[in-house]
């Protein structure tokens, strides 16, 4: 005769409670794999390119001291102490170049600077790299600010474009 196995009662009603609740767990497991590879993508913000530069010279800059003169012509003002900076400068095919971060008022602006024999234009931008102020600083004579848009939009765009190149993340 063969031997036959009982199974009790506590066994299957034990099995019918386990069993449902794994297959739940299995089954969010799987749409939340499915999900992420099916669903939308989560957005993952880009840093502008703003951000970047800042980041760039805050990393790779050294801390400084900047004079009020020229910077209090761009409506940057501390009380007429120096300003701290944070900077990065690299000598360039027309010229020695600056990147400029000042964070001191609450919010990130930078200055750019290119100096050409004795004179630096210095432009005045905010993280979207708009211009503000554009001021000329001779090194024998007086500050002025620039009032010719295109000759100022012109010589930005030049210093942008050369910092554009050497930002990481491109």
Known sequence: MAHQRKVSRRGII?????????????????????????????????????ERMARMIQNEGRNAMMAPEALTLMGINNGGRDIPAKLIGQDGPDGRYVAVLITFRGYKEFIFHRKQNDVLMMHHTNLAFERLTTVRYPHYGNLSVITDTVAADNDLQQQLAYWFDRLPGR
């Open 14 to 50: 034990g099995a019918a409670i386990a069993l449902p609740l794994g297959a739940c767990t299995a089954m969010d497991k799987m749409e939340d794999s499915l999900y992420s590879l099916f669903g939308p993508r989560r957005s993952t913000a880009v840093a502008s390119r703003g």
